[in-house]
């Protein structure tokens, strides 16, 4: 593999202003697959989640899955676009054994949803507009693993296998348009907007939006022209790019790339480039040529989708509020400082203290439960904090209990870990290991009696006007009720015994 | 095989019966379903070394649901009470149809010793009404032609005349009724391969309206164009099967979503008065085989004697019909034939030299496992498609289309059902045609619009052409979704023709058990 | 429109995976010739305000529901294959390194 020379990404700055373009794919999570009744499930046996439709079996036909459709319909409204009032699908020919009929069956000039957009939020808050061509259907390939090679590449593999599982999964592609003016932010948005895709799919609840899975992938085409120039310059296609910090270190090594190409003289050539984690960099695939001659004609087994207006709008009163938009609302609405709000979202758990603040617990100490307990212990037991078993009601009681003063913090947190094993409800704890404060004066009084019993110079002292010595005894009482007590209801019982005013 | 049942009737008269007659001889319990599918395999073992009709024989499981019928009846009750009016009665099916349990190949070398995991809808409906499946039919290597001559496994040969061509791609299942080797045979017609053979063959064949019968499981040429029908040797037949595989079929997605309307009782309507039937003034003169031209002009006088009133209309596009076909199939064919490559069933072929990818292999394969006219028509679609040569080629065939159908529209508000002769000519002798695709395409110049406006379309037997003495085929064509015109003008038209010729035409056919049993068994 | 020579069925061949040898293209040059010739009155047949027809029968929206039906096993689905190994469909080398 020849090694690509490349100009420093400060040099390549200077010298040119880079044009991005996204094609995202996205899984859909649905039950079945786009044209066939097979589950759409990851992980299965090879070749068990296919029936003959997904085979390419002879005489098999295609049906259309409704919630496909609407999930597309969603996912184009998410994005700003326009739903196409009729779209139908095609025919994308050609032959690779990854796809069971030759063709690949997608969406050409009618997608069903078009002209739209995202704003993407920069690490600093800038918002950067990303404006989207279209989004359209089409159905997954099949996995194909390559035998024999040292490093299970296709280069020097021997022989393939080919899983058809994943054939017909559906997938919306969304492509934006030609993104200008990113400058050297382009990494940085690059990541951004794929973030920002991958967080409106999961929002809508349309996909599993794993990365990691392939249901989320990203196609990233860079292109750079001299600064002040209009026309574009010739573009790669880094294909595959499967994270979020592969997505940005893939943009900024193209656009190195293309500079130093650039700066030789030469011209870059139109290809598709494949994306390596080990080494970040990009290796050359294939140039384009005749052999792209995709062959689109209207899929004849297939009639058109009409997306009436009543359709569309019914699809649109479903939609969640934009991950974005949400953010900001609830910020303002708890009144978290910038630090704070961010350090909830990095740890994940806006859902989960905005449904503790609906179910009764303030904004500060919904926040202070989970992200100084939940998050804490979720770490250690790496899962996720939702994913560890506490109801919002949970909190909103064990905050009740130490607010009206029948718990402490410090037994709050025991309580809360009783939970957690499955001990039963707050109260059921607290009743189970006796954990109340004490409040009644019977018990006190005997235990104060005790502990001055037990160091009979103190008392003289306190009388003698030596009130910090009270701690000795403060602290006998503690200890005899095992923490219990009041420690502030114990003091005033002290000195009322010895009948001294302070 | 001479054995006779109680109620006396011999093989031979077995074998002669339409299905409509064998099935009330089935309830009344003369004959039993076993004795019935016995005489047709009896049959084809006589005559099919001649013919050719079938690529495989499916004698065990025909018997053995020939049997479950028999015994259901036998047992009486509810469950024979629900037994549908065809159970018992046999049917051989078109070698594109898919069959769980025989060999599926589609008249190719690509798919030979395939067997189908799932059964087409239509077959489906079959065992449904418990109809035993004889076999599987020869045609055209993947129903590309007109001749049957290009499949892979050898021309059938036209009953009437060994030495000619049966019609094509249902060659096969036209002769096999036509040679009383099935009663009832299935076909598929992307430009007039039901039609066709039935005119060539002395037989009655049905194109419905597009999405009438689910396509489900009939290995693709033409998606747009394909539609499987019956194949019989009365129209009222073809009702009757037509009426057990039609209907709504929510796997196909072009399936109409509508009940079939009653198309047996309206075979049974036994009047064409005042009916408009109009002449297409395109479709007949000119090109047309005298003997053609007259036997149509006698239909015309039969059906004007029996009170229906005869119109001429015209369709002025149907001169471009024939060009936006020979565009539109070959496209989309090109397009369904590409899953065929050595990687998931059929045919595998290495290259003989040369590197040994995946892409050589698949070139290899197709090589070797595709006949001549499915290559030419494979590369003919692939140029229509291709960059550059779409908007000239297949969206101008699609334009088209749009023509044709305002020109059926038209001739449907001047006539309530269109007649044309099926095929310019009979039977052309095998070889004939072989090595003149343009030519062997012009038999098919009276059919085709029918495929591209998606209308229904029937031929009947229409007599014997004067200089040849061999079958004309008259075609009838109703609106969408007007299947039941057919079969009410049809059935007329047939009543008075068999009134003239004093029984079936195909009484007339030469007797091929006499002549070929040593042939036979030479050949076998 | 342009004539179709040997040199574009060459091309054709490659697009549609079909091997074919010299006499084979000569010969099917020669005959597509002819067909494409005879069906060139199509595209002046119709005028640029005729639509497209795709479908004969025009329907809409036809769906179905998301609901899980019938699977294969993987025997059932490699009972066909030319060739497998582990349960998957075994093809040749993808790219040609010789």
């Known amino acids: ?502 | 095989m001479t054995e006779q049942n109680p109620a006396g009737i011999s093989a031979e008269t077995l074998i002669r019966l339409s299905a409509a007659q064998l099935a009330d001889k089935l309830a009344a319990g003369e004959v039993t379903a076993v004795e019935a599918t016995q005489a047709y395999l009896d049959r084809i073992a006589a005559v099919d070394g001649q013919v050719n009709a079938f690529l495989h024989v499916n004698a065990e499981e025909a018997l053995a649901v020939a049997a479950e019928v028999d015994a259901i009846r036998a047992a009486g009750g509810a469950e024979a009470e629900a037994l549908h009016y065809l159970a018992g009665v046999p049917i051989a099916v078109k070698d594109l149809i898919v069959t769980i349990g025989q060999p599926t190949t589609a008249g190719s070398k690509i798919l030979e010793g395939w067997h189908s995991p799932y059964d087409a809808t239509v077959v489906e409906r079959l065992r449904a009404a418990k109809m035993p499946i004889l076999g599987k039919t020869n045609l055209d290597e993947f129903a590309m032609g007109s001749s049957t001559e290009h499949s892979a496994y050898g021309p059938t040969r036209n009953p009437w005349d060994l030495d000619r061509i049966p019609g094509g791609s249902g060659g096969g299942s036209a002769a096999a009724v036509a040679a009383f080797e099935a009663p009832l045979a299935l076909g598929t017609d992307t430009g007039g391969s039901i039609r066709q053979p039935g005119a060539v063959t002395g037989t009655v064949g049905v194109k419905p309206t597009y999405g009438s019968v689910s396509r489900y499981g009939a290995i693709a040429m033409a998606s747009s164009l394909d539609q499987i029908g019956p194949v019989t040797r009365t129209v009222l037949d073809s009702a009757l099967l037509h009426q057990v595989i039609g209907g709504h079929d929510p796997r196909d997605s072009t399936s109409l979503p509508e009940p079939l309307a009653d198309l047996v009782a309206a075979a049974k309507t036994g009047n064409v008065e005042g009916l408009r039937i109009g002449i297409i003034k395109e479709l007949h003169g000119e090109g047309y085989q005298a003997g053609v031209e007259n036997r149509f002009n006698d239909a015309l006088e039969l059906l004007k004697e029996a009170g229906a009133e005869i119109v001429e209309v015209s369709c002025p596009n149907f001169q471009y019909a024939l060009g936006a076909y020979y565009l539109i199939m070959p496209s989309e064919a090109s397009s369904n034939l590409a899953k065929f490559d050595g990687v998931r069933y059929g045919l595998r072929v290495l290259p003989e030299e040369g590197p040994m990818t995946i892409e050589r292999v698949m070139g290899a394969t197709r090589a070797a496992g595709f006949g001549d006219e499915v290559k030419r028509r494979i590369i003919l679609g692939t140029y229509a498609l291709s960059a550059g040569y779409y908007d000239a080629y297949y969206g101008s065939a699609q334009k088209v289309r749009t023509l044709v159908q305002r020109d059926f529209d038209a001739a449907f508000t001047q006539a309530d059902v269109l007649i044309s002769p099926t095929a310019p000519t009979t039977a052309f002798p095998l070889g004939e045609k072989l090595d003149d695709p343009l030519a062997m395409y012009l038999n098919d110049v009276a059919t085709i619009p029918a495929n591209l406006a998606g209308v229904p379309g029937l031929s009947l037997p229409g007599g014997l052409a004067d200089e040849d003495g061999l079958p004309v085929g008259i075609q009838l064509l109703a609106p969408a979704r007007e299947d039941a015109r057919l079969y009410r003008v049809g059935a007329v038209l047939e009543s008075l023709l068999e009134a003239k010729w004093g029984g079936p035409l195909l009484a007339q056919a030469p007797d091929l058990a006499a002549a070929g049993t040593l042939e036979t068994q030479e050949a076998k | 429109m342009a004539a179709i020579n040997r040199d574009d069925v060459a091309h054709l061949a490659r697009l549609a995976h079909i091997e074919m040898s010299a006499e084979e293209l000569d010969r099917m040059a020669g005959e597509l010739a002819v067909i494409v010739d005879s069906v060139k009155s199509v595209s002046e047949a119709a005028g640029d305000d005729v639509p497209a027809t795709s479908h004969p029968i025009p329907l809409t929206n036809v769906f179905r529901d998301d609901v899980v039906g019938h699977t294969f096993t993987a025997e059932q689905a490699l009972s066909g294959a030319p060739d497998s190994d582990e349960n998957r469909f075994k093809v040749p080398a993808i790219l040609d390194e010789a």
């Open chain 1, 1 to 502: 593999m020849s090694t690509d020379e490349i100009l420093s990404f400060e040099e390549a700055m200077e010298k040119y202003d880079p044009v991005l373009g996204f094609e995202v794919h996205v899984e859909l999570n649905t039950k079945t697959k786009m044209f066939s009744s097979a589950p759409n499930v990851f992980g299965d046996e090879p070749n068990t989640n296919v029936n003959e439709v997904d085979l390419g079996m002879p005489g098999v036909l295609p049906v259309v899955n409704k919630t496909a459709i609407e999930s597309s319909i969603k996912i184009g409204l998410a994005l700003n676009c326009k739903i196409a009032e009729s779209c139908r699908f095609a025919r994308k020919q050609y032959f690779y054994p990854d796809t069971p009929k030759n063709f690949q069956t997608s969406q050409y000039d009618e997608p069903i949803a078009y002209d739209g957009y995202l704003d993407v939020e920069l690490e600093d808050g800038t918002v950067f507009r990303v404006e989207i061509e279209r989004a359209h259907m089409e159905e997954d390939a099949g996995k194909l693993t390559h035998m024999g090679g040292a490093t299970g590449r296709i280069q020097g593999a021997d022989f393939s296998l080919v899983d058809y599982n994943r054939a017909g999964v559906p997938l919306v592609e969304i492509v934006t348009k030609p993104i200008e003016g990113a400058g050297s932010r382009a990494p940085e948005l690059a990541k951004a907007y794929v973030a920002a895709v991958r967080e409106i799919v999961k929002n809508l609840g349309v996909s599993d939006a794993k990365m990691e899975r392939g249901n989320v992938r990203c196609d990233a085409n860079v292109s750079l022209r001299p600064h002040g120039r209009e026309r574009f310059g010739i573009r790669s296609e880094t294909k595959n790019v499967n994270s979020l910090r592969a997505v940005e270190h893939a943009v900024r090594y193209e656009i190195q790339r293309h500079a130093a190409v650039l700066d030789s003289g030469a011209p870059v050539i139109q290809e598709t480039r494949h994306w390596h984690e080990d080494t970040r960099t990009t290796t050359s695939g294939r140039a384009k040529s005749d052999a792209d001659d995709y062959r689109y004609f209207p899929e004849p087994d297939l009639v058109p989708v009409v997306a009436s207006r009543e359709w569309v709008e019914e699809l649109r009163a479903t939609l969640p509020e934009p991950p974005a938009e949400r953010r900001k609302r609830l910020k303002a609405d708890w009144g978290y400082s910038d630090l704070e709000f961010r350090d909830v979202v990095n740890a994940g758990v806006l859902d989960e203290i905005e449904e503790t603040i609906a179910a009764g617990a303030s904004a500060s100490v919904a926040r202070k439960w989970w992200m100084g307990e939940i998050v804490g212990r979720a770490k250690a037991a790496d899962v996720d904090p939702g994913q560890l078993g506490v109801e919002p009601a949970t909190i909103v009681e064990l905050a009740q209990m130490v607010e009206a003063g029948k718990i402490n913090n410090k037994m709050a947190t025991q309580v809360l870990d009783g939970v957690l094993a499955g001990e039963g409800t707050p109260a059921e704890i607290v009743d189970k290991r006796g954990l109340a404060v004490v409040s009644d004066d019977g018990p006190l009084l005997e235990a104060i009696d005790a502990a001055l019993a037990a160091q009979p110079g103190v008392a003289d002292k306190i009388r003698a006007g030596k009130v910090q010595a009270i701690g000795a005894i403060v602290g006998g009482v503690m200890k005899a009720t095992r923490g219990q007590a009041d420690a502030g209801r114990v003091k005033e019982l002290i000195l009322e015994k010895l009948g001294v005013t302070v």
